[in-house]
């Protein structure tokens, strides 16, 4: 059984930044041979992939609409992952939970459904 921890949201005006991040555990889980990845859900949104991170972190793949804005890294000695967010706008607004799967390619498409792990989120407001 796996745990998957986000924090670093928080309130910040347009055109600011945050740091999301992603504490993993588990008895019997083990984070750097996961996958993981960002999704984010909007107020009445159906919830949209953001980002991934492949398990050494040599691959990552990110939304269309992240354009150049969103970075994912991983420190796999702190089992952590991180989404630094730059040049926020209103619609970024969301909660933004983390995952992990095996499969990076669960993750690069977009197989939500099929991910192993899922934390609670953590939510980034942006005021205009």
């Known amino acids: 059984q796996a745990q998957l921890v986000e924090s670093g949201g928080g309130l910040v005006q347009a055109g600011g930044s945050l740091r999301p991040s992603c504490a993993a555990s588990g008895r019997t889980f083990t984070p750097s041979m996961y996958a993981m990845g960002w999704i984010r859900q909007a107020p009445g949104k159906e919830r949209e992939f953001v980002a991934a991170i492949s398990y050494n972190g040599g691959s990552v793949y990110y939304a269309d609409f992240v354009k150049g804005r969103f970075t994912i890294s991983r420190d796999n000695a702190k089992n952590t992952v991180f989404l630094q967010v730059n040049a926020l706008k209103p619609e970024d607004t969301a909660v933004y939970s983390c995952?992990?799967?095996?499969?990076?390619?669960?993750?690069?498409?977009?197989?939500?459904?099929?991910?192993?792990?899922w934390g609670k989120g953590t939510l980034v407001t942006v005021s205009s």
């Open positions: 995952g992990a799967d095996p499969n990076y390619s669960d993750f690069v498409l977009k197989k939500l459904n099929d991910i192993s792990y």
